[in-house]
């Protein structure tokens, strides 16, 4: 069983609750989703069995990392080769961070037990032009709240109120203490969005979803 991987390297965690991490990070090449503001252009990859990147992963084994990031693209597109894959790495002790887009809850049931922390995507209709995936993140985050789970959303100018309204919903009804982090779009204007960050994070406030406004870091100052 093989998976296509774009690349393994470490670095820091760059956006989420978890941001300045030190990590090892797994990215997958493909994704079922087509986001208008996605970044990640990958256009190269390497196939890996779970045992050949159960070993390069072991080569970083020198340092201290907080956990291992399962990023993309979408991990969960590989969830039989991420089974094998944590089985290995859970029997050396380490941590598994799973960076989702929230939306294959099938295969996070399959995986759950194996999973510490999800840092999962909300895709707002509005910011993502991806359409209503409210049904698919409900039933995703009903599983992810058996374990460490906080929660992304891009705002764009081309954010609706009525977006974050369905997001908090949400999280009210499968899984009331989980943060709601704010990220700004990197490619607008920061000015313009902070004002409408600042009125989302007050709105939210006053329903009692917590939230905070982080930006994506990694952008910021360049580092992968
Ligand atoms: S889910 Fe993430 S990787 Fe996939 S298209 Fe959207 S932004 Fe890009």
Known sequence: MKARIAEVFNSVQGEGLYLGEKQVFVRFFECNLSCTYCDTKLDRFTEYEPQELFEEIRLYQEEQYHSISFTGGEPLLYADFLKETLDLTSACGYKHYLETNGTLFFELEQLIDKIDIIAMDLKFPSSSGMGNLWHMHRKFLKIAARKEVFL?????????????????????????????????????????????????????????????????????????
């Open 152 to 224: 992304k959303a891009i705002i764009c100018q081309a954010t609706y109120e009525e977006d974050l309204k369905e997001a908090m919903a949400i999280i009210k009804e499968v899984s009331p203490g989980s943060v709601l982090v704010l990220q700004p779009n990197s490619y607008e204007n920061q000015e313009v969005l902070k004002k409408k960050l600042f009125s989302f994070k007050d709105m939210a406030n006053r329903q009692g979803v917590r939230t905070c406004v982080i930006p994506q870091i990694h952008k910021v100052v360049g580092i992968r």
